[in-house]
């Protein structure tokens, strides 16, 4: 009886090994995941920044002039106010 339950405590300890060992490989991989997507929105940064910093300076240039004065700059200052609301 003392031999089977020194197998018991053996499997349950292989038991806890694998789930432990389950977990830390489970947490690898989210982390792998997680240092993948902040690259990807890295990157994705690093695209928007140059589109907003120009429509800052189109902006500002829009406010610096009359942006009403002829329709081209209507139809314009419109497209860049519905951009800018969204």
């Known amino acids: ?8 405590e053996k499997l349950a300890l292989i038991e806890l090994e694998c789930i432990v060992d389950w977990a830390r490989k489970s947490v690898l991989a989210r982390k792998a995941s ?3 997507l902040n690259g990807e929105l890295s990157e994705i940064h690093q695209y928007l920044q140059p589109l907003e910093d120009e429509k800052k300076a189109i902006l500002d240039h829009l406010s610096q002039e009359n942006a009403w004065t002829d329709p081209g700059n209507q139809r ?3 497209k860049l106010l519905e951009i800018n609301s969204r």
């Open 34 to 36: 997680v240092s993948r």
């Open 76 to 78: 314009q200052t419109l």
């Open 1 to 8: 009886m003392r031999e089977y339950q020194k197998q018991q």
